[in-house]
Nanobody, 124 residues
């Protein structure tokens, strides 16, 4: 059983940066593909970014490409989401998730473990 705890959310102005962290415990972190998702009020949860287990591969939603970067430190059992040039439309609860699949999966159905989420609010 993997437990995930996100941190780093907050209220920022448009154009600012935030770095989200997600600390994992209870499993072998490097065995999991790690993803970030977000859910805005009244909207469905959507894929943001994913990082492979050990090979550095990544994928991003088109809406965040060039602004967000996902990274991981397997020694610290932590995945990060660096968010730059934030926009009001990035406002959402951000969730990290762990998948036992070997590939860069972007659909939430492939993720077995989820954190509780951290709120990101971007004001205009």
């Amino acid at each position: 059983q993997v437990q995930l705890v996100e941190s780093g959310g907050g209220l920022v102005q448009a154009g600012a940066s935030l770095r989200l962290s997600c600390a994992a415990s209870g499993g072998t972190f490097s065995n999991y593909v790690m993803g970030w998702f977000r859910q805005a009020p009244g909207k469905e949860r959507e894929f943001v970014a994913v990082r492979g287990r050990n090979d550095g591969t990544t994928d991003y939603a088109d809406s965040v490409k060039g602004r967000f970067t996902i990274s991981r430190d397997n020694a610290k059992n932590t995945v990060y989401l660096q968010m730059n040039s934030l926009k009001p439309e990035d406002t959402a609860v951000y969730y990290c998730a762990a998948s036992g699949y070997r590939y860069l999966v972007t659909r939430s159905m492939y993720y077995a473990y989820w954190g509780q989420g951290t709120q990101v609010t971007v004001s205009s």
